[in-house]
């Protein structure tokens, strides 16, 4: 009796993660062995062993089992992980529609029902291929991004050997296949077969027919674009991705080797800082010449230079005391520094007029002054003094 | 003679062992005047000048040369620590950012023990302080801060050096094989 197809979906779906794992491992060893199959359904507590033969999930292959195609692709779509193909079994597609191509010039004028299954299987044909190529990207994509990430923590030996294997058994044969430069790349055929069915769909009698090329041709340039992206994923991502590992890995190599005995080792050989000192080994060479080009024997004169109105001021205070004394009594004493001050220099410069003003500090002088009285401001070179109106007289020695 | 723009800082420079950078000014006028410089640089000092897409460097014969070993064993051990704790070191070394003490870290569980406790510039983190700034003015790292840095792209000599290094060896080993 034929089995519910919900039946079956909803059995696959209650199991899953039972399917998954005998997925995995029929991924892994091309077949699920008895004592393995024993071990998950004892692990998950269930006997569907029956269920499994029933519904054509396993095919008995002597004491072991197999996952049959239909069931194994429709798993692998659905969780996207793909068994790599290796580009050889992607090639034959080259053949296939090589030859249903020329089948189908050959044979362009005659059967019209033939032609029109011709055609559609070089449509499912190259589906295939374009699937079979994608399958292997994506496969290559994960293993490759699982590599650079080293979950794992492989060991870097390791991690060279798989980029190795995957870069030569894998990209670079799949890379050749898709190479639009390449004139025998089944791009190119591709190409080749598109541009006949171009024609053909717009000038073939047949309606059905042109309809089917029509079909066809849309199908070759949308397929076309496809290869053309998985071309440049191949180039311009993977390629680098993985020779970057296998580069890392090397360097790795390079430095666990030098490690193990760096002194003796030759090392890049870089430049040590270079300092020119003075008694380096040419500075008797250098001061020769800098002496020859500067000594001269012209006659040198010395002589004093002049004085002039600028040169540092000394305070001469017994001259001004003198003078003072002369004066006494006097009845504004920084008035009579001002103009004693002024009488001798075009200005009245600060600090002259605060040396003449240690003059009040003699001894042989009295002060006199009103506190309440105005102040008289003077006018120095750089600033405005406020000052008392102090009047100063002989002292008076002895009892007054 | 007219002599390039920043003739002098780039004579002094080279000489002082430093890496001169793409990001560096001096770097264009090294570049445009590429052939007068490596004749410069050879017929007055013999040493070679390397300019690269984006650093140049003075390459001398002497082999003893202590400060390029102690370089490669740093960045040698680096590399080593980094790929055990699963790092893509490549990645690491040219965009990443380092820390002083994540460096100790890495080199005081390092099982290179003795080759570190035998080094003057690596032994302990104070001879590493000063090892850093030694880079730092060589252009080889660039401090961020006190603690942090980057490398420059002049990390990419030593890389290159470890592959070579690795080649010849390999090189070796299947010479050896061959002969037996």
């Known amino acids: 009796m034929r089995t519910e197809p919900r039946t079956i979906l909803n059995f696959l779906s209650n199991y899953f993660d039972i399917i998954k794992e005998l997925f995995d491992l029929q991924l892994k060893d091309g077949l699920v062995r008895r004592e393995d199959l024993n071990a998950i359904l004892a692990e998950h507590d269930s006997d569907i ?71 559609s299987d070089l449509n499912n ?29 492989i060991d870097y030996r390791e991690k060279v050997r798989k980029a190795s294997f995957w870069i030569d058994y894998y990209i670079t044969p799949l890379n050749t296949i898709l190479d639009v430069s390449n004139a025998d790349s089944i791009t190119n055929r591709l190409l080749d077969i598109s541009q006949y069915i171009n024609v053909r769909r717009l000038n073939f009698d ?48 390079g430095w666990i080797e030098f490690l193990k005995n760096p002194n003796k080792s030759e090392t890049p050989f870089i430049q040590k800082s270079i300092r020119a000192y003075p008694y380096n080994n040419a500075m008797y060479f250098n001061s020769l ?46 008035e009579w520094a001002g103009v004693t001050l002024r009488s001798e220099y075009e200005d009245i410069e600060t600090e002259k007029f605060f040396s003449l003003s240690t003059l009040l500090f003699e001894d042989d002088i009295e002060l006199e002054f009103d506190p309440t009285a105005d102040r008289q401001v003077i006018r120095t070179s750089d600033m405005n003094l406020r000052v008392p109106k102090i009047k100063i007289k002989i002292k008076r020695h002895g009892l007054s | 003679m007219d002599f390039p723009r920043y003739h002098k ?14 990001t560096d000014a001096k770097f264009i006028e090294l570049k445009n005047n590429a052939d007068f410089y490596g004749k410069f640089f050879k017929e007055t000092f013999d040493f070679y ?13 002497e082999t003893m040369e202590m400060l390029s070993r102690d370089i490669c064993i740093f960045i040698g051990l680096l590399c080593y620590e980094l790929d055990k704790e699963g790092k ?55 401090r961020n801060s006190d603690k942090k840095f980057t490398f420059t792209p002049a990390y990419k000599v030593f890389m290159d050096f470890a592959k070579n290094f690795a080649k010849g060896k390999l090189a070796a080993t299947n010479t050896e094989e061959d002969s037996e």
């Open chain 2, 88 to 142: 893509n070191f490549l990645d690491e070394i040219q965009y990443a950012e380092f820390d002083a003490e994540m460096v100790d870290n890495l080199l005081d569980n390092s099982s290179y023990t003795d080759l570190i406790l035998n080094n003057n510039q690596l032994k302990n983190s104070e001879a590493r302080k000063q090892f850093l700034g030694t880079l730092n003015r060589r252009n080889i790292i660039e």
């Open chain 1, 289 to 334: 010449e800098y002496v020859q080009e500067y000594m001269q024997n012209d006659d040198v004169y010395l002589e004093d230079p002049k004085l002039s109105a600028n040169d540092k001021w000394i305070f001469n205070k017994e001259f001004y005391r003198e003078q003072l004394m002369k004066e006494l009594p006097v009845p504004n004493f920084f």
């Open chain 1, 206 to 253: 047949d309606e059905m027919a042109r309809q089917q090329f029509e079909k066809l041709y849309v199908f070759l340039v949308q397929t076309n674009d496809d290869l053309l992206r998985q071309s440049k994923i191949l180039t311009n991502e993977l390629l680098p991705l993985i020779e970057r590992i296998r580069s890392e890995s090397m360097i790795l190599t």
């Open chain 1, 49 to 119: 062993l029956n269920k499994l033969i029933e519904y054509k999930f396993f095919k008995k292959i002597a004491d072991d089992f197999e996952i049959r195609p239909m069931y194994f692709k429709f798993l692998e779509f659905i969780l996207s992980e793909f068994k790599p193909l290796l580009p050889e079994t992607i090639e034959k597609y080259e053949h296939s529609v090589t030859s249903l191509f020329k089948k189908i010039k050959e044979g362009i004028n005659k059967d019209r029902n033939i032609l029109l299954q011709r055609i």
């Open chain 2, 49 to 61: 000048l390397d300019i690269k897409s984006d650093y140049a460097y003075l390459i001398s014969e």
């Open chain 2, 9 to 22: 800082e780039i004579v002094g420079d080279l000489l002082d062992g430093k890496f001169v950078l793409a």
């Open chain 1, 125 to 153: 044909e190259v589906r295939d291929f374009t699937e079979a190529v994608e399958k292997n990207t994506l496969r290559l994509i994960a293993e490759t991004k699982e590599l650079k990430s080293n979950v794992d923590k």
